[in-house]
């Protein structure tokens, strides 16, 4: 018994240098900077109020999340999301370092919990999370690709489950033959 208590076990676990390849982090440290530079950059050409309390909100995240040992990088993720504030403000100026941070924090975020029209995977079966619905303000339904009229499983506030489950988040270009990729069933060609 003594030995079963104190024997190493192997862990599955990765390296912290495993997890920082896996998710690119120290990619996504330069190109933060890179974004961080071009904000300064910007404002010497253009004084703006709205530009100027994003840069510094911007810097502010950014120094934080990388003291912390658990970096979230949510507000990252909203912010270079298509459309919103780096766009808006860098425009085709930071379009290439935009779409690749958000590439990687997109991937990130998706691998954290249920968002909406995330397309998944779990026992060979593909779905799409659904949106949040009236009765429940969390994500984590999925529709699954099936021709069946409403094939919609509840995984709401279990994605740590869903992954031990052997679920999987896919890649986002993944074709569905049934569903759209809002979770609609595709209509039958004429």
Same mark, same amino acid.
């Given at each position: 018994m $003594?030995?079963?208590?104190?024997?190493?076990?192997k862990s599955d676990?990765?390296?912290?240098?495993?997890?920082?390849?896996?998710?690119?982090i120290l990619e996504l440290f330069d190109e933060l900077h890179k974004a961080e530079n071009l904000l300064v950059d910007i404002l010497d050409n253009k004084n703006d109020d709205?530009?100027?309390?994003?840069?510094?909100?911007?810097?502010?995240?950014?120094?934080?999340i990388e003291g912390d040992n658990v970096a979230d990088f949510t507000r990252i993720w909203e912010w270079f999301t298509p459309t919103k504030e780096w766009e808006l403000f860098c425009g085709q100026q930071g379009h290439k370092l935009g779409i690749n941070i958000f590439r990687i924090v997109d991937r990130?975020?998706?691998?954290? =919990?249920?968002?909406?029209g995330t397309k998944?995977?779990?026992?060979?079966? $593909?779905?799409?999370?659904?949106?949040?619905?009236? =009765?429940n303000d969390m994500f984590g339904q999925i529709r699954w690709d099936t021709n069946k009229e409403n094939d919609i499983e509840d995984w709401r506030g279990l994605f740590g489950s869903f992954l031990e489950k052997g679920g999987q988040i896919i890649n986002?270009?993944?074709?569905?033959?049934?569903?759209n990729? =809002?979770?609609?069933?595709?209509?039958?060609?004429?």
């Open positions: $003594f030995k079963r208590l104190f024997q190493k076990h676990g990765l390296s912290k240098i495993e997890y920082w390849k896996k998710w690119e709205e530009l100027i309390k994003f840069k510094d909100e911007f810097i502010e995240e950014l120094y934080e990130w975020k998706r691998n954290q =919990d249920f968002i909406t998944v995977m779990l026992n060979d079966e $593909f779905g799409v999370v659904l949106n949040k619905t009236s =009765d986002q270009q993944h074709q569905f033959t049934f569903i990729d =809002d979770g609609t069933t595709k209509k039958a060609s004429s």
